[in-house]
């Protein structure tokens, strides 16, 4: 009994128990929803939030109240730059990836400096930047005609590459890997937890945490404008504000895997398991046949019911 | 308030102190100077038409942001703003939509519709502050859960609104548009909720949980009624939107709930709890409104307008802050 | 808990007003009160001692409804109470001085004073009554509270001894029969303290019940009617104070693990070396022109009172708040200490006695916490925990620190044992100058018996020390030097023969 609620202790088993059970409801609910197909359908879409969310998840590991609210404008500008960079053409591709990659990290990189330089707290820091970021779009979208995303770039995200999976499949995992190696197995990592866990402490100890701040939010925004590359290859063309639909759950995504958000304590493969999730569930709410009032209570009660798992405040009473 | 006016700072030096007891002066002086770049690029502007034009449009989110005011008092935050108020919205106009629209249905709407606001702070402060849930992922699960009630209720916008309503929020009395009226009883309320023990206790509570607590302050009980009245003021927001809009729409405050976090910002009000006025956030809401309006009159070609709106308002975020810290310092 | 056998020579009446009996608490693995007894009489000040960490915050604050005990029984008036929270005290006519303050920092004085209890008119706040009720008890310090005091003031704009007198307003306010005052007077100047203690006395008379903690004997001396004694969470007796003296009661507190305290050498280094550091005319926040020369291999103290500038100097010299003017030397190569990664780099070490906001990384493992010096003095990119473990180990094993594994989290471990974590972290790259602030606050006396006896020995090896403790006795038995700080400048130099107790008290009270 113990041993069982250790173990339900651990955000990542909780969560993978419950993808499971979920898939399991789904494909009672509507057979075939836990069929290879559907379930490779799933994994790109969470691959999709997945990787959004591993930026949010370092900006949040970092502590201070870190969030970034501005990842959904910087994927839906991402998809629209990369559509122009490749417009339809292969040999696109390269220069769309590195065209985002840089507007990403220059947007995390302003976020980083407002909020180490002059100390804006982060969620009013991003959240001005997202409005910033959405007037970006309008004038870029009628500006220029909206792209289209090039063949190689469907292919990768919606066709089998390797072992049947689709390329962002292998790329998420890569990012997985990345992001644990990162985490465990570099001073890097260790200096992340350190700002996040106690700041004072950190830099008393010699971690430079400006320096380490500012780079969170660079990732960010490096992710988040890999995941709207992505997402170009996935719907084949952008259309307006496609990322907003990433900005909240890329948070959800994080506290279900169990990365709390004061910082300092949580990981990325816990996230990984809470985009599924989170797809998952969506997943499910799709297919059952009720309208979408009743889905969006579904979705919005199992939230809730779902985060008194994880994260709750301490008592004032200890 | 008023004693703002009264007292003028001693000396030099006390000016600090001013703005360190009326965070929201900056707020007030940036409002008022665009203001004057609005009137100064289009006169008719600052006219009584065009004040009365700006009043209903952001009457709105005026009283949104000092609903959000109250919950960031406590050092909290409620995501679910904008859904409370499309849950309103609809659910008034599919009461007055069924039972006609004479005078005694609209206030039993607006009745139905307090009662809807408050239920749902509620919900809000329970999730919060009894489960002790992340206030800004709870609520935005809240969020989803009051969107879904307001598609149950009216699936599509669209639904007109009786012409009682609009009519009268658009109306004069006494040779006064509605409007200026709404302001007064804005001010009024604003006023009476200052003086109360919840006011004070909020902002205790945001200053220092833990000292709160310590101090003998039922801290649990303390920051649902900021979500209940949270919710209030979102019901009040929903009655004006749907005065200006003239119809149901379960997604109209959608695209509100963040800019009630900026208003309150731009308001000299400290996210962190603790400190802070709901006058400042009228203030945001209305340099909000006054940028916009600005940006139109300098004739920015239409596409460039959001940019340099955003951009506008996160100048003035960051400005409010930085302005905000020297006066402490 | 039977009372001891001795209790009955004294005239104890017949009924106390509080009565607490076998509380205890403990938070994971770290026991903050193992077992509290007290007896609090209506009409008397009862002082509570013990030395840090040995439970009396955690005992008042079981009283005062903030923290649950684990077990134990109070007893109010005969009745056996249960205080369920702050709340829950009040109403049981409980009122309480905090030590780390519950002001909220942007409210007013006034606000502050009356926030337990505002009174109202109707919905309202009635301003003027609370006004009327703050101004009561604010006018019991007139005279006393400093400039920039009024009842408008915001809290966040006063200073450290202002908003002490401000939390002990707000508890008098409460006007309960059973006041605890836990530290009331750390940052109070003499004439605050008296009027403070003027007014306890009244209290007394009007039959209140009231425990008094504080560091400072003489107080404890002046104003108090009983002591009971806490050592390492246990309460070891209760005595009056006009049977006892400060010596008996140290004796009660250090209790018989005294010989632990002291090494074995008091003596200075044979042979100290070439001049490490060398300061001159440093000023800077909290001290002002200090100067001297420290050499390799000796131990150099910081004495004087609590707060006289000789953290600040070590902040300086670590580059934590970095000195406004004068001079350092490092090896005889001016150094500027900018930041601490620049201290770091250079061979300076600093253990903060602010084990919870300087030291640890709250949450983490023990080897993340015992590393990131390493990581910076080496430049490492990697973090191989093999590695890391292999060189940690011997810097743990230097301090005899018991932990369970690397992988632990540092909060599993006791008080003692993290702080030798903080240390170990300096160890595995020898630093060159090492800078004690306080080192071993609220930490139990083997691992302060562990931890002097290692920089004893890095002494020994040749590294220059800074030794300042809040511990007079640490002080004298561990340096070979003392300065003497007071009102952040160094006012006397105490060598050889003079290290005595006396000169350093001499040197510490007199007016700067």
Known sequence: MSMLAEIAKRPLVVALVLIVLLLAAGELLSPGFASPTQIMRLLIVAALLGIVAAGQNLVILGGREGIDLSVGGVVSLSAIIAGNLMNGADSGIALAILGCVATGAFFGLLNGLGVTLLRIPPLVMTLGMLGVLQGLLVVIRQGIPSGRAAPGLSQFVTQPFLFGLPGIIWLWVAIGLLLAFLLSRTVYGYRIYAIGSNEQAARMAGVPVATIRVSLFVLSGVFAAIAGICLLGYSGSSFANVGEQYMLPSIIAVVFGGTSLAGGKGGYTGTMAGAMMLTVLTGILTTINIDESGRQMIFGATLLLLMLFYGRGQAMRA | MVDAVAQPPRNPGSIKRFIERYPFLPALVIMLVLLALNGLWQPRSVGLVGLTGLAKTYLALMLLAVAQTYVIYAGDIDLSVGAIVSLVNVVIVAFMSAMGGDTITVLAAMVIGLGVGLACGIVNGVVVAVFRLQAIVATFATSIFFTGLALWVMPVAGTPAPATFWRAYGGRILEVPFVFWAVVVLAIMLYLIARTRLAIQLLAVGDDVQGAYQSGLPVTAIRMRGYALCGLFAALAAFCITGDTASGDPLVGGKMTLFSVAAVVLGGSALAGGHGTVVGSVFGALIIGLINSLVYFVGTPSEWQNLVQGLAILIALVAGILIGRRARS | ?512
């Open chain 3, 1 to 512: 808990m039977s009372p001891p056998p001795d209790q009955a020579l004294w005239d104890i009446p017949d009924m106390a007003k509080l009565s607490i009996s076998g509380v205890s608490k403990a938070y994971g693995a770290t026991v903050a009160l193992s077992h509290g007894d007290l007896d609090l009489e209506a009409g008397e000040v009862h002082v509570l001692i013990g030395s840090n960490g040995s439970g009396k915050s955690t005992l008042c604050k079981i009283v005062a409804g903030s923290v649950k005990p684990d077990k134990g029984k109070v007893v109010l008036d005969g009745a056996p109470v249960a205080v369920s929270g702050p709340r829950a005290a009040k109403a049981l006519g409980i009122g309480i001085f905090y030590q780390e303050l519950s002001l909220a920092a942007r409210r007013t004085v006034e606000e502050n004073i009356c926030l337990p209890d505002l009174p109202m008119t109707g919905p309202f706040v009635d301003r003027k009554a609370l006004s009327a009720r703050a101004a009561r008890y604010i006018a019991l310090f007139d005279g006393v509270t400093g400039e920039d005091f009024a009842a408008n003031t915001t809290v966040d704009v006063l200073r450290a001894d202002q908003r002490q007198l401000v939390e002990i307003m707000k508890t008098l306010a409460t006007e309960a029969p059973v006041l605890i005052f836990d530290e009331p007077t750390s940052a109070l100047d003499r004439t605050q303290v008296d009027r403070f203690f003027e007014i306890l006395r009244r209290l007394k008379g009007e039959g209140r019940a009231i425990v008094f903690i504080s560091h400072r004997m003489d107080e404890i001396f002046a104003i108090g009617d009983r002591v009971t004694v806490l050592r390492d969470g246990r309460t070891v007796g209760t005595t009056r104070i006009a049977d006892t003296s400060p010596a008996e009661v140290v004796r009660m507190m250090v209790g018989e693990e005294t010989s632990l305290v002291v090494p074995a050498q008091a003596e200075a280094a044979a042979s100290p070396g070439a001049v490490a550091l060398s300061l001159r005319g440093l000023s800077g926040k909290g001290f002002s022109e200090v100067s001297f020369d420290l050499r390799q291999g000796e131990i150099l103290g910081f004495g004087g009172l609590h707060g006289q500038g000789q953290s600040a100097v070590l902040r300086a010299l670590f580059g934590a708040a970095p000195a406004a003017a004068g001079d350092i030397a490092l090896d005889g190569q001016p150094f500027v200490p900018a930041n601490p990664r620049v201290a770091i780099r250079a061979g300076i070490a600093y253990v903060s006695g602010d084990r919870g906001r300087d030291g640890i990384i709250q949450g983490r493992t023990i080897l993340e916490n015992v590393t990131p010096i390493h990581f910076l003095r080496n430049r490492l990119k990697l973090a191989s925990a093999s590695t890391l473990r292999a060189k940690a180990t011997p810097a743990l094993a230097a301090l005899n620190t018991k932990f369970a594994g690397f992988s632990h989290p540092i909060g599993s471990l006791s008080g003692g044992n993290q702080q030798k974590i903080v240390i170990a972290r300096w160890l595995i790259d020898r630093p060159q100058v090492l800078l004690l602030d306080d080192p071993t606050k609220g930490i139990d006396l083997s691992a302060k018996a562990d931890l002097f006896a290692l920089v004893r020995k890095l002494a020994q090896e040749g590294m220059a020390i800074i030794l300042y403790s809040s511990e007079d006795v640490e002080l004298l038995a561990n340096a070979d030097r003392i300065l003497v700080f007071n009102a952040g400048r160094v006012t006397r130099e105490l060598t050889g023969t003079d290290r005595t107790r006396f000169h350093l008290y001499e040197a510490a009270y007199e007016a700067a």
